[in-house]
């Protein structure tokens, strides 16, 4: 089978891989990606075609995993391609977008003649032999996007339409980086009031389970926090007149802010090193101890 993974990030870089290493043809456009993109292209063997015509003439599905305020334009930016293909390539859009993002998306393709799938990712990218995320699919196209398990993929089928995958993804993420989100909060008033020891071990001895979860989970947010900014929004749209939309709407600040500082500074820009002074996780393994 040949499917296209566009684009070689993180998340889409891991998906490609797997599919690579279990016997799909995966190919990608690395136009205006970043050298990390190229290097995990490379590694994985991918077929790299810059050139949007030809790539997508070369294959059956069409899988877009890129940031939230991206997903929209890159529909339009393959359209014509999809047009000229007549209906016979798969559009999966795998995006954390708020459903009324995924149907506006879905008309796109759709107007395009070809087929579609509304898909949610839920866990980290594939790794090694790993079982890797669960792809929840839904629309008209989820059926034929199951056909990719046999590729390694864990894809799970779900009934709703279109629109009903993001939804599941986005629920789940309100609550995942929702929470990661609210440690940031914690940590930023602990750090400014000089309490980040107190707080530390008092999560490490009332909250063990939140705790851990935050330990793992903020330090590694960091690199990837610029992305959470479109997903909190996406979720804020989600849940539309509610009253925990504006909480979503500053969880996207609090994550702008520590992609600022992470691209000014990396981990000794202020705002991390309070944060890291919080949830080292050498620190509260020697709490634990």
Do not use: H
Not at 153 to 172: C, H, N, Q, T, V
Request: hydrophobic share 50%; proline share 4%; with cysteine.
């Amino acid at each position: 089978m040949r499917i296209a993974v566009v684009a070689t990030g993180e998340m889409g870089g891991g998906i490609a891989a797997r599919l690579k290493a279990r016997g799909a043809e995966v190919f990608t456009s690395l136009a205006g990606r970043s050298e990390a993109s190229r290097v995990r292209a490379r590694a994985a063997g991918i077929t790299v075609i810059d050139d949007d015509a030809a790539l997508i003439a070369n294959v059956e599905i069409f899988l877009s995993v890129v940031p939230p305020d991206r997903a929209r334009a890159l529909a339009e930016r393959f359209a014509p391609g999809l047009a000229r293909a007549g209906g016979k390539i798969l559009y999966a859009d795998c995006n954390a977008v708020a459903p009324e993002t995924v149907r506006a998306i879905a008309k796109i393709v759709a107007a395009a003649g070809a087929p579609f799938a509304d898909a949610g990712i839920i866990g980290g990218p594939p790794k090694g032999d790993d079982a890797g995320p669960r792809l929840y699919a839904s629309g008209e196209g989820a059926a034929r996007l199951a056909e990719l398990t046999r590729f390694g993929l864990d894809i799970r089928p779900m009934e709703g339409g279109i629109g009903a995958a993001s939804a599941l993804k986005l629920s789940y993420a309100a609550l995942t980086k929702g929470l990661t989100a609210l440690g940031v909060a914690a940590g930023q008033g602990a750090a400014a009031a000089g309490v980040t020891d107190a707080l530390a071990a008092e999560l490490a001895s009332s909250q063990p389970a939140l705790f851990a979860f935050l330990v793992r989970g903020v330090p590694r947010m960091y690199p990837k926090a610029y992305r959470f900014v479109g997903e909190m929004e996406e979720i804020a749209r989600f849940l539309g007149d509610a009253g925990a939309a504006q909480m979503f709407l500053g969880a996207a600040g609090a994550y702008e802010e520590v992609a600022a500082a992470w691209s000014e500074a990396g981990a000794d820009a202020p705002l991390l090193r309070g944060l890291g002074a919080v949830f080292d996780a050498q620190r509260a393994k020697e709490r634990a101890a």
